[in-house]
């Protein structure tokens, strides 16, 4: 089995992505793909179940996710190439943009973790996978916001394909929001946009997406001055509540824009 520390510090983290950032420098994905294939069960069992634990930790022990994701580096390094090396190599991407300066060496990792998920014949599922992870890096911080608005279609569609209805919907959603942040269209034209998110989302039970509408639904009512009639909308001060007893972050801090 692959252990962790007890307790976390941030010191753990950097010394961790330190290696990394040193290790990763330069790397292609010609270099990549000449590792052999991993066969060892438990390893790939290792690399599967860490797969799972980054897409938990993102969400409720952020500072786990930097160790999760360079463990799978190193196993990859070690005893091989597996689709899940792609996972974690894309995530240490993300985690060297949020915790160093280095945002050069964030937009290769994940540019290179890109070009592998293009060329595997599952790049449905690992575009679904890593949507966040690679889209968030790759164009919604280093590249000006509207050229992600093309990838985010198409993201949808891998996960629809994929079977992935959670993430497709957030990529539905951030396509909505993307549009309406930057101004790529009028207020009336991204509020039916969040309507249709919304009606779909709902379709699907997923609720932490009718939420996110709401919030944006909300800000278009105040802009337009035009009260959205599709849909019934909470008020801020509802919706602001739901987040608190939900101890969702994101909906709070959409509420407070």
Not at 84 to 113: E, M, P, R
Not at 125 to 154: A, D, G, M, Q, Y
Not at 202 to 215: E, G
Request: include cysteine; hydrophobic fraction near 40%.
């Amino acid at each position: 089995g692959e252990t962790f520390p007890r307790e976390i510090s941030l010191p753990v983290v950097m010394n961790e992505l330190s290696y990394m950032q040193t290790t990763l420098r330069g790397i292609t994905g010609d270099q990549i793909k000449r590792l052999r294939p991993m066969t060892d069960r438990n390893k790939l069992n290792a690399m599967k179940f860490l797969n799972m634990l980054c897409m938990y930790s993102v969400i409720s022990k952020v500072m786990l996710l930097p160790l999760l994701c360079c463990r799978m580096v190193r196993l990859t390094m070690a005893y091989g190439f597996c689709d899940d090396s792609i996972v974690g190599l894309a995530t240490v991407g993300l985690a060297v943009f949020h915790y160093t300066d280095d945002i050069q060496l964030a937009q290769h990792i994940c540019k290179v973790s890109e070009s592998l998920v293009e060329e595997s014949p599952k790049r449905h599922l690992l575009r679904s996978r890593l949507c966040k992870e690679l889209t968030s890096v790759l164009n919604v911080i280093v590249e000006p916001c509207i050229s992600s608005l093309p990838i985010f279609p198409e993201l949808y569609n891998s996960a629809m394909l994929s079977g992935d209805v959670e993430n497709a919907m957030i990529c539905r959603w951030w396509y909505c929001a993307v549009y309406f942040w930057i101004g790529a269209c009028s207020i009336f034209s991204a509020s039916k946009k969040m309507v249709l998110c919304n009606q779909e989302a709902a379709k699907y039970q997923q609720n932490t997406i009718v939420l996110f509408t709401m919030s944006t639904l909300n800000v278009c009512s105040f802009l337009s001055g035009r009260a959205c009639t599709e849909i019934h909308v909470p008020s801020y001060e509802e919706l602001n509540k739901i987040g608190e007893q939900t101890r969702n972050g994101t909906l709070i801090w959409q509420n407070c824009i």
